[in-house]
């Protein structure tokens, strides 16, 4: 399983404007090709009076499924550029589609590639985009004089509490990168002197949002 991929959380949209012509990219989140398809059919539609909706999408962890469409433009001037962003900034699960309102001059290849370019880059800008990296969820139940070394231990190693309990001892549900776990446990064990009581829960994907952990299905 990959450890970690990145990913559109959060679509959006950009805009630009090149020589009166009007590039607007909107940005989503999918699941599927069949996910992809239906949202660039709906854009489409919202967009039925323009001239162009070119596309492009990633789809797989491992982004293994790509395509893109230059609807009507020349062949080789939008959608190959668009993929080349998301690709370029490791994204997966996501799609995009620029719609373009002629303002009456050519901008020629050259133009044409800036354009949708920069209309994409302007779409990730106003996106969320995260990182969701393989888990486990795993609860530490230790004494309270071990709190102090737990926690130093955690920060040390930028391990995410997600939540703290504390009864007739501390117990720590903490998310455990896969990367991680075997040298974690095996120092949490040291500065416990093997008194921390370790429960693997499940292993899950997760990401960090505004400092907030989000946990994903493998």
């Not at 709906?42 to 492009?56: G, V």
């Not at 064990?189 to 505004?210: H, K, M, N, W």
Request: hydrophobic share 35%.
């Amino acid at each position: 399983m990959s450890q970690s991929y990145k990913t559109v959380y959060r679509g959006g949209t950009g805009e630009i404007t090149e020589k009166k012509s009007r590039f607007i990219a909107t940005v989503e989140p999918v699941a599927s090709e069949e996910e992809a398809a239906a949202f660039i059919g709906r854009i489409k539609k919202q967009y039925w009076d323009a001239r162009h909706n070119c596309s492009a999408f990633v789809i797989g962890r491992s982004g293994g499924l790509t395509r893109c469409s230059d609807d009507g433009e020349p062949s080789g001037t939008a959608g190959k550029p668009m993929l080349e962003v998301l690709l370029g900034h490791q994204l997966t699960d996501c799609v995009v589609v620029v719609t373009r309102y002629f303002g009456g001059t050519l901008l020629g290849t050259g133009g044409l590639v800036r354009a949708y370019t920069q209309a994409v880059q302007e779409g990730l800008k106003n996106s969320v985009l995260i990182e969701k990296r393989c888990g486990y969820r795993t609860e530490l139940v230790i004494d309270y004089n071990d709190v102090g070394r737990l926690q130093y231990l955690l920060s040390q190693e930028n391990i995410q509490t997600l939540t703290t309990e504390y009864t007739q001892k501390a117990a720590f549900v903490v998310m455990v990168p896969e990367d991680q776990k075997e040298n974690f446990l095996k120092k949490a064990a040291e500065v416990t002197a093997g008194r921390c009581a370790v429960q693997v829960l499940e292993q899950s994907f997760y990401a960090l949002i505004d400092g907030k952990v989000l946990l994903f299905d493998v």
